[in-house]
């Protein structure tokens, strides 16, 4: 995904810009700094050294100290960052001092349970409109919305002023769905679908496919077989022999109790 930057961004002139123009990685890590960063807070600490913001945060502290740095952020020597400071100073960067209005299209299974997950809200994002191609769905009503159908988006994307859009479909219907969206306005996509999506320039899409990733994962357990001799997602048995014992010729022999 590329960034897309606004020559408009509100800045004044010869200060630091209010948007800096950062690394995608670096994006991709400051909500993992964000979310370690609230459950200090929320545990009574008020300062962390980029140490232990990094094991909180699972990453290297040389990657976070650069990470921050971007930010202007470099903490203060045989104290470290200030945890409510850095909190504001990300959350300005990621734009979540306003809430955002989202719009969930599809509500089937996963539909469903985006569309009650409570945590958007504390995150600064609100599920505005719910829609869907199926009349059986439409007029539905879900954690206090109705459902619209996906026709009637552009009108409700100029009355809730929506910013961006889930797309939670079939991938046969994705693609059709994020040129409806385009045509509203909505310029910021999230795919839950497995396809890749076509959009104009400007447009920024991120992908969620959990088939992927289990097959990633499904890749390490492979490896981690190789490696062993055992089968992979099997039980890490033991062998063990006793002095002077013959190695075992039937593999079940070998199996320890």
Not at 26 to 55: F, I, M
Not at 134 to 142: C, Q, S, Y
Not at 211 to 224: D, G, N, P, T, V
């Amino acid at each position: 995904m590329s960034q897309h930057r606004h020559p408009g961004a509100p800045g004044r002139a010869g200060t630091v810009p209010a948007l800096p123009d950062l690394p995608e990685a670096t994006v991709a890590r400051l909500p993992v700094y964000l979310r370690a960063l609230h459950q200090l807070a929320e545990n009574g600490h008020e300062t962390v050294s980029s140490e232990g913001l990094a094991s909180a945060a699972g990453v290297n502290s040389a990657k976070l100290r650069k990470d921050l740095s971007h930010l202007g952020s470099y903490g203060t020597r045989g104290v470290g960052y200030d945890v409510e400071v850095l909190i504001g100073q990300i959350e300005s960067v990621l734009g979540l001092t306003q809430s955002r209005a989202v719009a969930l299209v599809g509500v089937g299974n996963l539909g469903h349970a985006l569309a009650g997950y409570a945590g958007f809200a504390s995150r600064a994002f609100r599920i505005a409109a719910l829609f869907d191609a199926d009349p059986a769905r439409v007029g539905e009503e879900i954690n206090g919305l109705v459902v619209h159908h996906v026709d009637e988006l552009a009108r409700v994307a100029v009355e809730e002023r929506l910013a961006i859009g889930v797309i939670a479909t079939p991938a046969g219907a994705a693609q059709a769905v994020a040129d409806q969206l385009v045509a509203a306005g909505v310029r910021s996509i999230l795919n839950f679908a497995p396809c890749v999506l076509s959009v104009p320039e400007g447009v920024d899409v991120r992908k969620v496919d959990l088939a992927i990733e289990l097959q990633i994962l499904s890749f390490h357990e492979h490896r981690k077989a190789s490696l062993t001799g055992l089968p992979a997602g099997g039980p890490a048995h033991t062998l063990t022999t006793r002095p002077g014992d013959a190695p075992p010729t039937d593999p079940q022999e070998a199996i320890g109790t």
